[in-house]
């Protein structure tokens, strides 16, 4: 069983950077494949970036590959999201979670969390 719990949002200004952190509990994170996703404001909650169990890009939104950034530390059981020059559209609660294999780019129904607010003022 894996929990996840995402952290590092904030409120940070136009062209500012934060990096989030989805912490995972359970020894066989490193089995996973794993992505963040986002949910604006009156928005449906849409795919950001997504990494293979081992370390390597999967994919990612087109609109964000200049930007983002997505990492993970096994060793740590910790999934990161790097974040730069940070734009208002990207106010959003960003949500870590497993992904589907083929695309990667859904996350499993039963490991979502709380997510992490990021709100970036103009």
């Known amino acids: 069983q894996v929990q996840l719990v995402e952290s590092g949002g904030g409120l940070v200004q136009a062209g500012g950077s934060l990096r989030l952190s989805c912490a995972a509990s359970?020894?066989?994170?490193?089995?996973?494949?794993m992505g963040w996703f986002r949910q604006a404001p009156g928005k449906e909650r849409e795919f950001v970036a997504a990494?293979?169990?081992?370390?390597?890009?999967?994919t990612a939104a087109d609109s964000l590959k200049g930007r983002f950034t997505i990492s993970r530390d096994n060793a740590k059981n910790t999934l990161y999201l790097q974040m730069n020059s940070l734009e208002p559209e990207d106010t959003a609660v960003y949500y870590c979670?497993?992904?589907?294999?083929?695309?990667?780019?859904?996350?499993?129904?039963?490991?979502w969390g709380q997510g992490t607010q990021v709100t970036v003022s103009s």
């Open positions: 979670n497993a992904v589907s294999s083929n695309p990667p780019v859904l996350g499993r129904p039963n490991l």
């Open positions: 990494i293979s169990a081992s370390g390597g890009r999967l």
């Open positions: 359970g020894r066989t994170f490193s089995w996973y494949a």
